[in-house]
């Protein structure tokens, strides 16, 4: 599993399109186009040139919510929030060959996702987070250790995604929790040269 999830925002400074281009020069190798308010038409035109993008990097790309806009594009796959498809439902109109995450913030959530038959699963908010509308309630590294500890004892192997509000700072101890990967949106937008702080953040020794 890839241990960078770069998720696409806009910003006043740069387009989603910009966003995913500076993290795949970074050496980010998945990114998930999330363009939770714009017309499909729209993440449409924006997925088929950043499919191109991934492709010339040899990135995997994955797509907010759009399960039938993933299937017409064959990206590599679709992330499910809460809102979004089942999973179940998403798993039958996809097959295996897609790659199917989901939205966790608990334990019974992972459950759930796991049964319904994810790849992986996004676990979060780690703190409070501007990119999302109808947070969850934060998790914390406490919150991280617990879910895992209780994913070990039902024998649950799902590979886990921190998600929200994660810092450079955090990721460390996030990662000594036993998460396999961190999402990353705004911490790297923030950042004077995004591409320097993708490549910064990939070089972290977990």
Known sequence: MINLQFITHQTEKYSYLDS???ALEGGCKWIQLRMK?????????????LQQMCREYESILILDDHVELAIKLEVDGVHLGKMDMPVAEARQRMGEQFIIGGTANTFEDVKMLYEAGVDYVGIGPFRFTT?????????????????????EKEDITLPVVAIGGITFEDIPDIMKTGVNAIALSGTILR????????????SINF
Request: net charge negative; no cysteine.
């Open 131 to 151: 990119t999302k509308k109808n947070l969850s309630p934060v998790l914390g590294l406490e919150g991280y250790t617990s879910i895992l500890s209780q994913m």
């Open 191 to 202: 950042a004077e040269n995004p591409i320097e702080e993708t490549n910064r953040i990939l």
């Open 20 to 22: 995913a281009r500076m």
């Open 37 to 49: 308010e714009a017309p499909l038409e729209e993440v449409e035109a924006v997925a088929l040139q």
